[in-house]
Structure formats: structure tokens, C-alpha cells
């Protein structure tokens, strides 16, 4: 089983002692947009992301299209995307739930309590346990 897992990726941050364009380059949400290419051209069973994917939930409207166009593409190969908030998204990430139109989106651990969801990997093959506490 292929996993890939992320975090701290704290889009809105702004990386203030590089040059610009070395900034732009290597921001936070391209960094997320490498990770779902890397995960879609290695076809990993799931993608994990623990937490602090945005820096903050005020910049919630600036990672909001990068981090659900991120998880259509993974959808659309077939990858599940399973997530915990970490203290600086809980708002985002529940949002992102709430609206997302996939089954193949997990926030784990709601209301700060441990939950678990079972992979298998794209052959059937493997199983494996997730399990998640969201802040």
C-alpha cells in the first residue's frame, strides 16, 4: 500500500526572507499542488494530511479553490484524501467537508475525539487502519 502524507503546509503564510519570485515558486499552495501531482503520477492509494494545511482559518478564501481543486484531481484518480484539522485549519477543514461532493474525502476525529477508517489499497489486496484526532 502507497501512502503519502503531509502537513504544516500553513498556506497564507508568506515566506518573507526569500526573493520573490524564489517566494512565489516555492509557496505553500504550490508546495500543495506538487504533493497531489506526486501523488496522482506515483498512484498512491491515499493521501494523509495531519493537519495545519492552512496557516490560518482567516486565510481560509486563499486556500480554499487550491486545496478542493487539489482534492477533485486526487478524486478524480481515484485517491482517497484522508485529513485531521490541526489548530490552525478546524474551521477550514470542516467547511471543506461539508461541501465537498466526493466519498473520498475523510476528516477524522470531529469534536477532538479519536476515529478511525479502514484502506484498501487499489488492488484489494491490503488493508490498513487510519486513525485520526482533529483539534
Known amino acids: ?19 520573490e519570485d524564489v517566494a512565489r515558486d516555492h ?6 499542488r506538487s504533493i ?12 494523509l ?18 486545496i478542493e481543486g487539489g482534492i477533485k484531481r486526487l ?7 484522508i485529513a485531521v484539522a490541526g489548530n490552525h485549519d478546524v474551521e477550514v477543514m470542516k467547511r471543506l467537508r461539508r461541501t465537498l461532493e466526493t466519498d473520498n474525502f ?15 489499497d487499489h488492488d484489494g489486496g491490503r488493508h490498513t487502519v487510519v486513525w485520526g484526532w482533529s483539534f
Not at 509557496?27 to 500543495?32: G, N
Not at 497531489?36 to 493521501?47: G, K, N, P, R
Not at 478524486?75 to 484524501?81: E, H, N, P
Request: negative net charge.
Open 106 to 120: 475523510d476528516l477524522l476525529g470531529q469534536g477532538g475525539r479519536w476515529e478511525c477508517v479502514q484502506l484498501a
Open 27 to 32: 509557496s505553500p499552495v504550490e508546495m500543495w
Open 36 to 47: 497531489v501531482d506526486f501523488a496522482i503520477e506515483e498512484q498512491v492509494d491515499a493521501l
Open 75 to 81: 478524486d478524480s484518480a481515484g485517491i482517497r484524501c
Open 49 to 66: 494530511i495531519a493537519g495545519d494545511i492552512v496557516d490560518h482559518d482567516r486565510g481560509f478564501y486563499e486556500a480554499l479553490n487550491a
Open 1 to 19: 500500500m502507497k501512502l503519502l502524507v503531509t502537513a504544516d503546509l500553513h498556506i497564507g503564510r508568506r515566506c518573507s526572507k526569500l526573493p
